[in-house]
Each structure stands twice: as C-alpha cells, then as structure tokens.
C-alpha cells in the first residue's frame, strides 16, 4: 500500500482539516467511501456512534448531542451536516481537563489506497489518533481568525511530521478507531467533526459482504458488540471477501456459515436480541443461496 499526506491546515479554537488525498487507483479496482459525523440523534439525546471517558483505566461512554439552544447561545460554529458533542451536555467543562472521545469505522480485507480527511471543531484544542498512532495535535491558545498551515513531508513507509517524528500511518483491515483528546483550558468544551475515509477495493468483491460489515460495525459502535465479539464477526466475512477473490466460493461459503453460527449463538447467549441478530441471519442466508445455489 501507498500513503501520502499533504497539508494539515487549522484555525486553533476553529476550524483544522487533516487531509490525506486519493491514492491512484489500479485498473479494475473500485473506489469506496465511509462517512462519519458527530452528532447522530436528536439534540440533548445520545449518540450512537461517539463514546468519552475521563482517563486511560476508564470505560468509554456515548458522548451527548448538545441542546440545540446551547450551541446557538454559545455562538458555536458548526460544521454544515453535523452536531455538537461533548460529555454532559451542559457546554460547561472543568477547567485545565482532557476529555477523550471515539469513533470506529472498518476496512475490508481487500482495501488498498486508503485516505482519510477530518474536518474538525474543538474547544479548546485537539489531539488525534489513529489505531492508536499519534497523527495530529493543535496547540491550545486564544481564538484567532487566521489560518494556520503546516506542511508534512511523506518518506513511505513512515509519515515525517514538523516537527520531524516519523511515524507509522495504521489503517488496518477490520475495526479502525479513531481517538481524539479535547483539551479544556476553561469554560465551554466540545466538539463536532465530519471524517470521511475513501479506499479501493477490487470491483469482484461482494456488497453483500460489505453491507454486513456495515451492519457489525453499527452494532459494535451502538454497544451491543463489543470489541472483541465484533472483530471476531468481522474476521469470518473477510475471510468470506479473500475467498470469494481468489475464485473459492464454497471456502466463501463455510465463512459465511460461521458468521451464521455465531450470530446464533450471540442471540442464544443473550448478548443479541432476536430483533438486532435475524437480519444478519438472514442476509448471510440470501449470500449463501447467491455465491453457491
């Protein structure tokens, strides 16, 4: 795999974008897309799909959707399709604190060519992993309306920061996090962001495959999975994908059948609901009927 990276630009206190543009695609490859916003749900409601905690040793929680009336009397800029999220959705924070929050997305076994841009609002500063990599952190400070750019220089495989530290860019196949610390000076804390990640993946590979990804991921992201139940699902519908390129569709098959099998025994074992784990079946069922009759 090829990764490059451009610019990173921000506006501390504002506004900052991590850009890393479109890989070249190989012929016969598709390009595909992963959205990813703050502020899934209703105001003053949880959100699905963005978790906090104070500290390292504690458990992640979902992060709130700020009261619509907070964010307009705080004179909060939003991004355009996004909410506002922090932690008790009362805008207030303690002062001189990090809050460190989360969203997951995933690649199939097959992506090449991944990017990822985040556009992102935090008060009062940002640091930002991914997989557990260190990719970029403003520096906190005064609002100011100018515009800050900094330019990163690419050595493959490693990414050459300024100032220099090399390290690698983790995108990895199956369940990707990304962390992002919001520091608070005072007062007011939060954020909102829109994160899009683009890759390529060969035209041959099941949607199928990759709606129930989707699916898994939804379920690992709203806390009915966790961690480990999910990448263990995520495995067998990979191994599906690998299969089913290499031109094996009755090894597809079997992986299928013990995503099947596992979703059963989720369901049996109470950690899913019949509602949340038969459209599973279900789809891995009409999969099965397509790739072998």
Known sequence: MRFNIQIVSFIILGIFILTLPIYSAPQELTEKTIKLISGNGEYGEQDPFNYWREEE?????????????????????????????????????????????????VLPADFSGPSLEILIRANDAATIWLN??????????????????????????TIQFDPPTNVLYPFQEGINTIDIEVYNLWGGTGLDYKITVKYFQPASADDGIEGLLNDVLELHNSGVLNKGQANALVKKLEAASKNLNKGKPKAACNEIQAFINQVNALINSGKLSPEEGDPLIEAAIMLIDEICG
């Open 57 to 105: 040793k504690k458990a992640y929680r979902n992060a709130y959707i700020m009261i619509e009336w907070i964010v307009e009397n705080r004179g909060f800029y939003v991004i355009d399709g996004t909410k506002y999220i922090n932690y008790n959705n009362t805008n207030l924070g303690e002062n001189d604190t990090s809050i460190f929050y989360k969203t997951t997305f």
């Open 132 to 157: 557990g990599e260190h990719i970029f952190s403003n520096d906190r400070g005064p609002a100011t309306p100018e515009e800050v750019t900094k330019n990163f220089r690419i050595a493959p495989p």
